[in-house]
């Protein structure tokens, strides 16, 4: 009934997993995007494939069958990035997972011990009960009914353990910190102790929903404020802000302004966890720019802002006795940069964020347990996320560098939405109506898939129109800058400093500049690693135009 594959005898018997590392069978069959050898340290097991690697993050090991005619095939072994449920297994106990073509079904496994990925045992799909599996046997005519019997049962206990594994995945999710670490499970238990109540604080209206919080205008001692609301169920979400925000010396003009924590609710709704921010009436990029154009001058200031403010959240720096360390934003969209009075940019939202390791001679900040390699690959808003990202190819050997350079393709995106609202750069100075990344592309809203094989596979970026180069002093100055940001190699990208350096050079460029000196579009020798009653507001969420909901 059940049929085996047999990968062990390949193996070499001298390889042996050292204490508490888990060793497993690895292969990637040609064609198969992306790979999980960044997981492991791939072992010398000798000639030809399967090779052997041994678990970085995990004591988990896997596997991926495609299963066409009744033959099966190995895609994928190796190691998973953190302990999940069915790891505990002892055996490669398939699943089916998928039918990427008619006749064939992906299945997969996951199991706990030494090389278990190597053996897999075949459990028929329900539409080919009877069939023999690899180098197993026809049932007899008198067996069938038995074997119909017991194939159905297994068929739904696999159907209640892929329940239980769904429910407790979606209950994880709830309560997950993306950026921080798993809460305990009494992590919430004592929040309304540590936090003060707000008796001053008034809350007016809801200017923005999102999955684990609401955010209000409102006014705390009689000052204009934002507030943001968690429920009781996303304490976890609420201290990894609010530990970001808590760091020392990320006061910054173009870093949303952190006041103050405390406890509270909106008239009769339940009391829950509050960040209090500072409030821009004005909104957020997004939805500034659908409603605003701006002109070369107020553009390139804008773009320098918001340089200026990934460049300090990405610098590391001792300041009056106080460390501060890099910190990578992870969701850098034009949703979450807010426009200050001044029209320059403030970077909010530091749901996401994650401080980074530092260098010789500073604190240590590397990532905890929880900060495996799931939690380093997270990221927000899909349209901006890097190529790195989308195909999970993600450096994590060093992620700290990794997750910047992360953030600065995020930032040609949203540099290339602030020009496209630039009547100077327009032909006729009449910019067409505003559109998020990769909208004219792939519509409102693209799925992973559709993002992947535009931005990964196909190397397309947002559109340059010719007009942008013939306006500009530096004539390819402006496309140089967004083109060595959004690289695909990551590697090529510049810096958030090397960004601010470039604007300020098109945006002064009869102005002599310390940087300027030897100056080259690579930027490569000017930047070392460390560089230095309630108005209406209307940061109404953009998802009130289609356009800008994800």
Not at 32 to 54: C, F, N, Y
Request: glycine fraction near 10%; hydrophobic fraction near 35%.
């Amino acid at each position: 009934m059940l049929g085996r594959l047999g990968l062990w005898a390949l193996l070499p018997t001298a390889v042996q997993a050292p204490p508490n590392r888990r060793t497993c069978v690895f292969f990637e069959a040609p064609g198969v995007r992306g790979s999980t050898k960044t997981l492991g340290e791939l072992l010398d097991a000798g000639p030809g494939p399967p090779r052997v690697i041994r678990c970085l993050y995990s004591h988990c090991c896997f596997g991926i069958w495609n299963l066409t005619q009744g033959r099966a095939q190995v895609e994928m072994q190796g190691c998973r990035d953190s302990d999940e449920p069915g790891c505990e297994s002892l055996h490669c106990d398939l699943s089916p997972r998928a039918h990427p073509s008619p006749g064939s079904t992906l299945f997969t496994c996951s199991c706990g011990t030494d090389f278990c990925n190597a053996n897999y045992s075949y459990l028929p799909s329900p539409g080919n009960l009877g069939v023999p599996g690899p180098q197993g046997t026809q049932a007899t005519p008198g067996e069938s009914n038995w074997m119909a019997l017991v194939l159905l049962g297994l068929l739904l206990l696999l159907l209640l353990l892929l329940s239980s594994i769904i429910l407790a995945l979606l209950q994880r999710k709830a309560y997950r910190v993306q950026g921080g670490p798993q809460p305990e499970p009494n992590s919430g238990r004592d929040w309304s102790e540590e936090l003060p109540e707000l008796p001053e604080l008034c809350f007016s209206q809801v200017i923005q929903e999102g999955s684990h919080a609401v955010m209000w205008a409102g006014r705390l001692q009689g000052e204009l404020v934002a507030i943001k609301a968690f429920p009781p169920r996303a304490v976890a979400q609420f201290r990894a802000e609010r530990a970001v925000y808590e760091l020392p010396g990320l006061q910054h003009d173009h870093i949303v302004r952190f006041i103050t924590a405390g406890q509270g609710g909106p008239g009769s709704l339940p009391s829950g966890p509050l960040l209090i921010l500072e409030l821009h009436p004005k909104g957020s990029l997004c939805h500034y720019l659908t409603q605003h154009t701006s002109d070369w001058g107020s553009s390139l200031r804008m773009a320098l802002s918001l340089a200026r403010g990934l460049a300090f959240l990405h610098e590391e720096r001792w300041q009056d006795g106080q460390y501060k360390p890099g910190i990578a934003h992870r969701d850098l969209s034009s949703q979450n940069v807010l426009i200050r009075e001044d029209r320059s940019c403030a970077i909010g939202d530091l749901g996401l964020a994650l401080a980074l390791p530092g260098f010789s001679g500073s604190p240590a900040w590397a990532p905890s347990q929880s900060q495996g390699p799931a939690t380093i690959m997270e990221a927000g808003t899909q349209r901006y996320m890097a190529p790195e990202l989308l195909d999970k190819t993600l450096d994590l050997q060093d992620w700290g560098t990794a997750l910047r350079r992360a953030d600065v393709y995020s930032l040609a995106l949203l540099l290339w939405e602030i020009m496209s609202r630039c009547p100077d750069l327009s032909s006729d100075g009449r910019p067409s109506p505003f559109q998020l990344a990769y909208e004219a592309e792939l519509g409102n809203t693209p799925t992973t898939c559709e993002l992947w094989a535009l931005v990964v596979e196909e190397r397309r970026r947002p559109y340059i129109p010719s007009t942008w180069i013939s306006f500009v002093t530096d004539p390819g100055g402006l496309r140089e800058l967004l083109e060595d940001c959004w690289d695909a190699d990551p590697e090529a990208r510049l810096t958030a400093e090397c960004v601010q350096q470039r604007l300020a050079v098109l945006a002064h460029p009869q102005e002599d500049h310390p940087f300027q000196e030897n100056y080259t579009h690579g930027c490569l020798p000017l930047c070392p690693e460390d560089c230095t009653s309630i108005p209406t507001p209307a940061i109404l969420p953009c998802g009130l135009r289609v356009g800008c909901k994800e």
